[in-house]
């Protein structure tokens, strides 16, 4: 029993060691992680909106000609000040004000699944809208543009930085581009063609147990905006469906 415990000892070690020497030379490399597999946060799961901050501008639809803390320009404020809710809905485009730029701060519900090992599905109860984050190398689809455009998204490692500081585990980054023209608010603050969207993705765990997502939104378009609009939206995460209720599009 001594000898074979010496030699299965001796054969173990010598497997390590192939195994090891192996490694170092390169062979049967491992796959690389899919952005799944890498996510550094969990944005799976239900979440609802907690408006905290402008409750006027999301919880009920703002007076024709107020702007109050967006850097419209003079042909922004021109434009916005031709909204026509009636027109709107004549025209079949009652989802003008919700397109990626604004969706996130329509007051509801947001349920974010996989897709693919590639593709982070997000959905809106609010104007029953879907969007699509795209890791990697991604072609956007010939076509007509699309109110929720082209969505392209990588993962911020914690420690990576993105100028401001970002928070424990990482973040999730997504750029947008290729949307239809719409509103950045439902009282017609336009935004443009050439608007480009980007937004982080952040979770945190209150000492409470909550778990929020937090979505910060930085508008750029050099056609309606002086400079950047900013926002932040708070949603806390949710058991389960509870109070998921798609509803249709409104223009007022």
């Known amino acids: 029993m001594k000898y074979r415990f010496l030699f ?28 799944r597999a890498m996510a550094p946060i969990d944005l799976t799961g239900y979440w609802v909106s907690i408006v905290t901050e402008d409750w006027r501008f999301r919880m ?11 850097p419209l320009n003079p042909e922004g404020i021109r434009v916005g000040n031709q909204w026509d809710p ?18 996130m701060r329509v007051p509801g519900r947001v349920h974010i699944t996989w897709e693919s090992d590639a593709i982070l599905k997000v959905e809106m109860d609010a104007g029953q809208q ?5 890791f990697g190398e991604f072609q956007p689809p010939a076509g007509p543009r699309t109110w929720q455009g ?36 439902k009282n017609g603050v336009p ?10 993705y952040d979770r945190t765990i209150e000492p409470n147990g909550d778990t929020w997502l937090v979505v910060t939104t930085v508008v750029n378009d050099p056609t309606y905006l002086n400079q950047e609009f900013i926002t932040s939206t708070h949603f806390r995460k949710q058991a389960d469906a509870a109070g998921w209720n798609p509803q249709p599009c409104s223009a007022r």
């Open 86 to 103: 009636a027109k709107d809905e004549a025209a079949g485009e009652q989802c003008k004000s919700y397109g990626a730029p604004a969706i």
């Open 130 to 134: 879907t969007r699509l984050f795209h």
């Open 60 to 70: 009920v639809t703002p007076p024709k000609g107020d702007f109050a803390s967006v």
């Open 191 to 200: 935004y443009s063609e050439k608007a480009v969207v980007t937004e982080y």
């Open 150 to 185: 082209n969505s392209v998204a990588s993962w911020e490692m914690a420690g990576a930085g993105r100028g401001r500081g970002a928070p424990a585990g990482g973040s999730l980054k997504v750029v947008t581009t290729g949307m239809r023209a719409g509103y950045l608010r």
């Open 8 to 35: 299965v000892t001796k054969f173990i070690v010598v497997l390590a060691s192939a195994n090891v020497f192996g490694q170092q030379r390169g062979e049967a490399p491992q796959p690389p992680q899919t952005p």
